[in-house]
């Protein structure tokens, strides 16, 4: 029904920058909510930001001027542009949708990996 493909995950050394892309197919109801999450190994998974079809935002404190989160309601896309990267940004980040009615059903992409070396 609903399709997330990720891309731009990758290694960098502490200060670098990355941006992660995600693109929702299918059947996309269009009041919904997406975003990016993490988990790092040992812990639970995170949120790291999400923006609603809306235009409303959540940005975790821990990435909080330094990532930014951005998307296009109609290609039904969504970005995460990281840049200061710290060594405790490594995780895996999942590309996230939930709809707006019913059960609010959630949709997650495969996940990419994001390592940051000192």
């Known amino acids: 029904q609903v399709q997330l493909e990720e891309s731009g995950g990758g290694s960098v050394q502490a200060g670098g920058s990355l941006t992660l892309s995600c693109a929702a197919s299918?059947?996309?109801?269009?009041?919904?909510?997406m975003g990016w999450y993490r988990q790092a190994p040992g812990k639970q998974r995170e949120l790291v930001a999400d923006y609603s079809s809306g235009g409303r935002t959540n940005v975790a404190g821990s990435v909080k001027g330094r990532f930014t989160i951005s998307r296009d309601n109609a290609k039904n896309t969504v970005n995460l542009q990281m840049s200061s990267l710290r060594p405790e940004d490594t995780a895996v980040y999942y590309c996230n949708i939930r709809f707006h009615f019913g059960v609010f059903p959630v949709y997650w992409g495969q996940g990419t990996q994001v390592t940051v070396s000192s």
């Open positions: 299918g059947s996309i109801f269009r009041s919904n909510t």
